[in-house]
């Protein structure tokens, strides 16, 4: 017999009353935490190490002027986007798993990285265009990639593994674009385009910051504001739809907020693999709630890409690796074990 979850009724003034998953809650807490200590950690490593006490100190306008030009100019803003690209990749990899009822819907299976990465190698290889370019021509790739997919997999509707299997369609044909975009690069521009494939955090700054975090500004309260539609949603099209929900509006308007965020967290940092696919499974998981879990997930993923581009600087040495080299192999380890239990619980 299970235990009932606790839950916590709290009522506002007007008459307002929300329910709160305790549990929930306590797991979006202990992540941002999580997500907070590894930031402060991150800032003080590299060549010129900074204890997590003077990072602090530095940070609230107390440092002296060479951990100032550290700390603000040099490795905050790297860790930033590290925690925006982290938290996008998250909530917009629970968007597609939520929207698809499928495990596997997430932004990587689905072709959404891929589909930025031929934006940015066209602009690299075809234009030889500046960094700011690229950015540009990754998010315009994402873009229109999610809306191929989208009327690819439209009929009456989007299904769940229709949209999942569209996506894979979709993915192996843009992939198949950007290896021969490779092929008619020169040596400078192929291996500007490799580095770049790789998913790093190497070199941002505050120009990649202000963006990211407008975007997040306004697309995860709107998110967040059609959770309840989307929870509804699981319950199948008819059931939501006579509860009230308009279904096509609110998985056409998270589509393009899963589309908007992922393809910015790609332009920001190339397409950093895999997270989309397990933050919102490794939340699920640690909420044990059935529902999308957007909050979690979006803890979730920029605890783990922060910590993965610490484990990037410091598990090898010298050999500083690109995050998306780490996130690509504990992915890969954790698709193939979510394969086998699918499989083996007899939904694929």
């Known amino acids: 017999m299970k235990t009932p979850r606790a839950h916590r009724v709290l009522r506002t003034p007007g008459g307002l009353s929300v329910r709160v998953d305790v549990r929930a809650l306590t797991v979006v807490g202990l992540l941002l935490v999580a997500a907070l200590a590894a930031s402060v950690v991150l800032i003080g490593t590299g060549d010129f190490p900074i204890p997590a006490a003077d990072v602090l100190k530095t940070l609230a306008g107390d440092g002296n002027a060479g951990q100032e030009f550290i700390v603000t100019e040099l490795?905050?803003?790297?860790?930033?986007?590290?925690?925006?690209?982290?938290?996008?990749?998250?909530?917009?990899?629970?968007?597609?798993?939520?929207i698809s009822r499928n495990p596997l819907g997430s932004p990587d299976v689905l072709g959404l990285g891929q589909g930025a990465t031929a934006g940015a190698l066209t602009v690299i290889v075809l234009m030889s265009g500046s960094s700011t370019q690229v950015t540009v021509g990754a998010l315009v790739g994402g873009l229109a990639t999610g809306l191929a997919i989208y009327l690819l997999a439209w009929k009456r509707g989007v299904h769940g593994y229709r949209l999942v299997l569209v996506g894979i369609g979709v993915s192996a044909m843009v992939t198949a674009v950007n290896g021969y975009l490779l092929t008619k690069a020169d040596l400078v521009d192929a291996t500007r385009a490799v580095v770049w494939m790789t998913g790093s955090l190497n070199g941002r700054d505050w120009s990649q910051v202000w963006p990211l975090l407008g975007l997040c500004a306004v697309l995860v309260p709107l998110?967040?504001?059609?959770?309840?539609?989307?929870?509804?949603?699981?319950?199948g099209d008819d059931v939501s739809g006579a509860l009230g929900v308009r279904v096509e509006r609110v998985r056409a308007l998270l589509m393009v907020a899963a589309v908007l965020l992922t393809a910015a967290a790609t332009a920001a940092a190339g397409p950093v693999s895999f997270v989309a696919l397990t933050a919102p499974q490794l939340a699920r998981r640690l909420t044990r709630s059935p529902g999308p879990n957007l909050l979690p997930s979006l803890c979730m993923g920029a605890a783990l890409l922060v910590t993965?581009?610490?484990?990037?600087?410091?598990?090898?040495?010298?050999?500083q690796l690109p995050v998306g080299v780490i996130t690509g192999v504990l992915g890969g380890v954790y698709l193939l074990w979510l394969l086998v239990t699918e499989r083996k619980a007899g939904r694929i």
């Open 223 to 235: 998110v967040l504001a059609n959770a309840r539609g989307l929870r509804m949603m699981e319950m």
């Open 308 to 319: 993965a581009d610490w484990v990037s600087q410091r598990a090898f040495g010298a050999d």
């Open 75 to 98: 490795r905050l803003p790297r860790v930033l986007v590290g925690l925006l690209v982290g938290a996008s990749l998250g909530l917009g990899g629970a968007l597609f798993q939520a």
